[in-house]
């Protein structure tokens, strides 16, 4: 949510970002928020002047009264009454057309950074940079979970009879490797001095409509029938949520948290879910990476984020790059984002494995997380980022350390949480 401020003093400002964001139905959002904002303070004002003048009025009351004037006092206490209820009426209205800003508000997009390419979708990302060498292989690389059935490591079957598709079973080995990125991932980020935290899976309303929009809600989350309670789709969810109505000391800035969590999606959308795979599913597991700063230091932390996940991912031996995300396909709280797309040698192209996003002020503003500073409060800005997401992750993991023999090599750095094993092989 943007400052309202800028609907004040630069509306021309919000409606070239909406036009950057090719969301034109927005447009009228601006002036519709303006009017209602204009009425608002008209309200506020007309308020305020009552409340002096019915302060001054109850005084005089007590003078009326000792001069013997009791008509007139009685007078007075009936405007005095008239005028309270009045005030009470401007308040009723204020508060309805407070809510109404609010809910336009929320949604139009955030101001997006200067340096966000202009584009329609995501076919008009631009890449950023590529990272590692691609492995050359002199044999067919099988689809990924062919490599996981082979290795005894997935049941595809079984999970449709109890959940349907989008859902599955990692046994053995595979589902100890799952695991053991998640750990290597968890100590990776412990060791760049994050604190490791585990929230809750389930969040209120109020929590799900600070931390995204309207219509992500839609498309993703999972309410809980009978309860104000939704199944978060990412970690970043509930740990932003943590600091909901929250005042925090500027001397403890910035906080880095690292947070696991399983992850909840319905996947709504043209793309659908896989009948065979498992690269979009309904449940996942992931690492994640939370940043709460100052303003003037978010874009480094942006920076350093997404560093990590490539670090991270080149440390298992798999390439990766990295992909600015255009004005069009960002979310509409995001003021910049990159993907980490791993690269696939069976399709000899990149695909996501993870996002970035720096949202500026807006979490903290729909969500009331302040900064104590000096001069006064001010609002933090708010950046997360996947750290890893398995078993996504793991499609890049097997097609990159696989053999021609059908086995899967174990990187260095996960060995220790493999047990010892250099090599997953068919039992």
Known sequence: ?????????????????????????????VDEVKELDEKYRALRTRADELRNKRNVMSKEI??????????????????????????E????????????????????????????????????????????TKRTFDFEIPYHTDIMENLNGIDLDSARKTSGNGFYYLTG?????????????RDFMINKGFTYCIPPFMIR???????????????????????????IGTSEHSMIGRFIDSILEEDKMPLTLTSYSPCFRKEV????????????????????????CKPEESMEWYNKLW?????????????????????????????????VEAWSPRQQKYFEVGS????????????????????????AHTLNNTVVAPPRMLIAFLENNLNADGSVNIPKVLQPYMGGQEKIVKK
């Open 89 to 132: 009426d401007s308040e009723a209205e204020e508060t309805a057309l407070e809510a109404k800003i609010r809910e336009k508000m929320l949604v139009i997009p955030n101001i997006i950074d200067k340096s966000v390419p202009i584009g329609k979708d995501d076919s008009e990302n631009v890449e950023i940079e590529q990272f590692g």
């Open 307 to 339: 560093q990590y996940t490539v670090e991270l991912f080149l440390s298992m031996d798999i390439p990766v790059r990295t992909l600015e995300c255009c004005s069009g396909d960002l979310a509409d709280l995001k003021v910049k984002s990159c993907d």
């Open 356 to 379: 970035c996003s720096n949202l500026g002020d807006a979490q903290a503003r729909r969500l009331k997380i302040r900064i104590k500073g000096e001069n006064g409060n001010y609002f």
């Open 1 to 29: 949510m943007i400052d309202i401020k800028l609907i004040r003093e630069n509306p021309e400002l919000v409606k070239q970002n909406i036009r950057n964001k090719f969301q034109d139905e927005k447009l009228v959002l």
């Open 269 to 292: 959308g043209a793309h659908g879910i896989e009948e065979r795979g498992v690269y979009r599913i309904h449940q996942f597991e992931k690492q994640e990476m939370i940043v709460v």
């Open 173 to 185: 080995d595979i589902a100890r490797l799952h695991s053991s990125i998640l750990s290597y991932a």
């Open 205 to 231: 309303s109020e929590v799900v409509t600070g931390v995204m929009s309207f219509t992500e809600m839609e498309n993703m989350m999972y309410k809980v029938e009978g309860e104000d309670l939704y199944l």
């Open 62 to 87: 007590g003078g009326l009264m000792k001069q013997g004037l009791r008509d007139q006092a009685e007078e007075v206490k009936a405007e005095v009454k008239r005028i309270g209820q009045e005030i």
